[in-house]
């Protein structure tokens, strides 16, 4: 949430910070600001709203040496007066923040002074000025020892030829190109720039100029960082002839999902590497799978697969919720948690609370992210960046993440599951999801019938019902159409009352041991006269309830969720564009949420 960029180097500033800022939009996009040190002290711009709104003002912006900010409002609306960057009194000092400052209120009793903007995070370039006493580095130092929060920061001063960066908590990675350093709150962004790079790690403080850098602790200790390579092809972070990210994305599914299992599945083992042994495998009595959003859908899919071939209990938490219940758990438990980004807030915080508990594991996207980096070890799910706001590719990933985790876990138990049936689907899935991307055309003239709805329904049974949330809050979050998913014979306990002719109702309706009763769901749907959208393997049956059949390839049970997923991200994709929205920016949304 809110993304950060700055550079230093030899070329003007504001340009490549302002491109900087596109990349990050994802993470924030209700307004932005860019302040560049010029000959004679900071100039700075910034405005409401996306970030092609600070283009032209932008050009105003001479210097090499400079700081921008994309936003997410927490504290304050969005506004000019509220976007970042924000100035101490004296306007020599300059900050963009992303995180929050807890005490911000405290701080500004302590400081006695007023601040021009609603933010929590004003009150730091104050307290800058307050310590500074010639050294910035010190000042930030001091000003951070105060501070209870969370921080990805980076600092500037009309007398220095330096930018100060610290984190605790959000995300701050530095780039080092030839003559020149590109910070930013993400790798995607710094990636056309450099491939060398190290991460700040949390209550780390920096400071870089044009003859070098240094890193220290709060406490003023040196630190060594190592530096990294970026692995992956900065062309991934293009749209390459799509209209949106979230279609690319839809799209590369193909290959997403094969890197995901490439090499770790065999018709005799799963190769994968986790930091359990073999004994606490066996004996494991429990896991637990954490996640917020789509990765706690992926989460749930996983239950019903992982119970099946394990035979262990699986419960699934929101980590908002786990993190504060002071969850019972005994060192014969497995935390499992499942993040696209590997920097939410709310999973971060469950998995610092497990650990202090039982043994816990990742199920990760992003490489080198915090949770990653704290979980210990896990399995990456290898899908790329995903830059759409709405999760498409990661959690076809996670439920593939999570199948692998379940194979090795049985490996090292019972070895029930049949490895080469499983890899023999995995080695047909890049077909199925093609023949299903095929149906896009049809899948967009079902959006067009039903884009003006007010309201929609998602039934599925078994691992469809997660199936069926999915498809409702990809729905929402990018059509701002009311949808909810339900286990399809939870209906007549409630949700019947809302069905009319009004009420599309989308019937996750694979053949499989429930196929009959959903066909009984679907009636009672019928003779209320709902609208009936079907996603089935044989639509045989169903051409009586409606003309509105998505059917998808019949695959194993553990894998029929992937495919069943893709047809409703493209309904949903399909029906935001045919109402005029971005769905890789909705609103009130960004993709990384680093707060609470
Ligand atoms: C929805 C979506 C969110 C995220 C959630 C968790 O499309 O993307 O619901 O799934 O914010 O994010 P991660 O997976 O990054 O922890």
Redesign the pocket.
């Known amino acids: 949430m809110c993304g950060i960029f700055g550079y230093l180097g030899n070329k003007q500033a504001s340009e490549i910070i302002f491109q900087g800022l596109q990349r990050l939009e994802y993470r924030g996009y209700d307004s932005a600001g860019i302040a560049v040190k010029n000959g004679t002290g900071i100039a700075l711009e910034k405005k409401k709203g996306r970030i092609h709104n600070l283009q032209e003002l932008s050009k105003n912006l001479k210097g090499t040496l400079g700081i921008g900010h994309t936003r997410w409002a927490t504290h304050g609306e969005p506004n000019d007066v509220n976007a970042h960057p924000h100035h101490s009194t004296d306007k020599k000092i300059m900050i963009v923040h992303n995180g929050i400052i807890e005490n911000f209120s405290a701080l500004k009793e302590f400081l006695n002074c007023s601040c021009i903007s609603a933010t929590d995070s004003e009150v730091l370039a104050h307290l800058i000025q307050h310590h500074y006493k010639g050294n910035l580095l010190e000042a930030v130092r001091l000003s951070l020892l105060q501070v209870e929060g969370t921080y990805g920061l980076a600092v500037m001063h009309q007398h220095h030829d330096e930018i100060i960066i610290a984190r605790n908590g959000s995300p701050l990675v530095v780039g080092l190109g030839k003559n020149e350093y590109i910070i930013s709150s993400d790798l995607a962004a710094i990636a056309p720039h450099t491939k060398k790079y190290f991460c700040l790690d949390d209550k780390q403080i920096g400071k870089l100029t044009p003859s070098g850098y240094e890193v220290k602790d709060l406490e003023n200790s040196a630190i060594t960082k190592e530096l990294e390579r970026i692995t992956w092809d900065v062309k991934s972070i293009e749209k390459k002839g799509f209209s949106h990210f979230m279609l690319k994305e839809i799209f590369e599914q193909p290959a997403s999902l094969k890197n995901c299992f490439r090499g770790r599945i065999t018709n005799d083992e799963i190769k994968v590497t986790l930091n359990l042994d073999d004994a606490f495998i066996k004996s494991i009595n429990r896991i637990i799978l954490v ?7 992926s989460a749930l899919v996983a239950e019903y697969a992982m119970e099946k071939t394990l035979n262990i209990p699986v419960e699934v938490e929101y ?1 908002s919720e786990f993190r504060y219940r002071n969850p019972i758990l005994h060192e014969n438990d497995l935390v499992v948690v ?7 807030a ?2 971060l915080a469950a998995l610092k609370e497990a650990k202090k508990h039982c043994k816990t594991i990742g199920i990760i ?2 490489v080198g992210s915090t ?1 990653a980096r704290e979980a210990g070890s896990g399995i990456y799910i290898h899908a790329g960046p ?1 830059i759409g ?4 590719k ?2 076809t990933g ?1 439920i593939l993440g999570l199948l692998l985790l379940a194979l090795y876990i049985d490996e090292k138990r019972e070895k029930t599951a049949n490895l080469k049936t499983i890899k023999d689907a995995l080695d047909n899935l890049e077909e199925h999801i093609k023949a299903i991307l095929e149906k896009n055309e049809d899948i967009k003239k079902i959006a067009e019938a039903y884009y003006n709805s007010t309201n929609f329904l998602f039934l599925g049974r078994g691992s469809n019902f997660p199936v069926a949330l ?1 498809g409702a ?2 729905l929402k ?2 059509s701002y159409i009311h949808a909810e998913g339900y286990p399809a014979a939870e209906m007549k306990h409630g949700p019947i009352a809302l069905i009319d002719e009004h009420m599309p109702v989308v019937f996750i309706a694979n053949q499989n041991g429930l196929h009959d009763k959903i066909i009984s769901n679907m009636e009672e749907v019928y003779a209320r006269k709902g609208s009936i959208i079907a996603l089935t393997t044989d639509d045989r049956e169903l051409k009586k309830y409606t003309k509105h059949i998505i059917t998808v390839p019949e695959t194993i049970d553990l894998l029929q969720p992937i495919l069943n997923s893709i047809p409703l991200q493209l309904l949903a994709y399909h029906i935001a564009v045919l109402k005029n929205l971005d769905p890789d920016k909705p609103r009130n ?1 960004a ?3 680093t707060v609470e």
Not at 291 to 297: R, V
Not at 338 to 344: D, Y
Request: hydrophobic fraction near 35%.
């Open positions: 996640g917020c959003g789509t990765s706690w859908h980590a499942i993040s696209q980004s590997g920097e939410t709310d999973t996207n992003v949770i995903e706001v709405a999760s498409t990661a959690f996670q999915e809050l990809k979050e990018i949304l993709k990384s949420v």
